[in-house]
């Protein structure tokens, strides 16, 4: 089979010996587009990568058959980016469906499932962490039962996704701090924390408590996490890794136009492997 356009030498070669310190995982994202999800799986098995987010259960056995976790259960059960845990007519139904995603990623042994806050529409912050810890109050117990994790996102509103109400780690942690469950924590995408509060790794060292998952993404653009952009991700990395982290590290760039995926995702693999 050729390969797609900006895939070199996806199924080529011999696998990459990483110090592996950090379990690094990936998004379909930072692959190129037409790119099979198999051939995205055998790419990221030869570069070293151990999960893959957000794909749908029908697809977990494609990523076992490569060695890949299926990292992060995708969206819907816990709510659209838009439409989530900050509104109490949303409760009765997310909290079936996501009771079901833990109920089927702990027979998967899938280690987490995404939610969110929601936007504001309006509604004050306090109210909305309020409703999100009533909400996360009822449903901790069953994730704490089956060992799932379920990790709230939080997301810029100032670039992306205008709105949002998770958009500070303080409203985030004041949430994490009040539902204080070892199974409710904060994905810390490290792309939309920095458009908005920035000092990444202070932030890491002092909340670290709080958080179960991480993303990547280079600032300015969400593209390669290299010297085009305003982050040091191998200092960033050194500090998760200096927290005795054990969950996954996943990257969620797209890759700069013109920019060959699997070279883009090779560099980044190593820039993170500390």
């Not at 494609?62 to 989530?84: E, F, V």
């Not at 833990?102 to 409703?131: C, H, L, Q, W």
């Not at 040091?232 to 982290?245: D, G, K, L, R, S």
Request: charged share 25%; aromatic share 8%; glycine share 10%.
């Amino acid at each position: 089979m050729a390969a797609v356009a900006g895939t070199t030498a996806w199924g080529q070669g011999e696998p990459v010996k990483r110090k592996g310190r950090l379990k690094q995982g990936v998004t379909q994202g930072v692959f190129a587009r037409g790119m099979s999800l198999e051939d995205c799986c055998k790419a990221a098995a030869r570069l070293g990568i151990q999960g893959f987010d957000l794909i749908g259960p029908m697809d977990w056995p494609l990523l076992r058959k490569y060695g890949l976790t299926p990292s992060m259960y995708p969206l819907g059960p816990g709510g659209t980016i838009a439409d989530a845990l900050n509104r109490t007519e949303n409760h009765d139904k997310l909290e079936k469906s996501l009771r079901a995603a833990i109920d089927e990623s702990a027979a998967a042994k899938v280690p987490n499932v995404i939610t969110f806050s929601g936007t504001r529409r309006g509604m004050a912050d306090n109210v909305g962490a309020d409703n999100c810890v009533t909400f996360l109050n009822k449903v901790k117990a069953q994730a704490e039962d089956k060992g799932v994790t379920i990790c709230m996102e939080l997301l810029n509103s100032k670039v992306n996704h205008k709105d949002y109400m998770f958009d500070h780690m303080s409203w985030g942690v004041d949430v994490m701090q009040r539902v204080n469950s070892p199974r409710v924590k904060i994905l810390y995408d490290i792309y939309h924390a920095q458009i908005m509060d920035g000092d990444i790794v202070r932030t890491i060292r002092d909340q670290f408590k709080w958080i179960g998952h991480f993303h990547t993404g280079g600032n300015p653009g969400r593209h390669d996490i290299d010297d085009s952009q305003e982050l040091n991700y191998h200092f960033v990395m050194q500090a998760i890794a200096e927290q005795n982290y054990t969950g996954f590290v996943s990257h969620e760039y797209s890759p700069a136009p013109g920019h060959d995926a699997i070279q883009t995702l090779d560099k980044a693999i190593a820039l993170c492997d500390v």
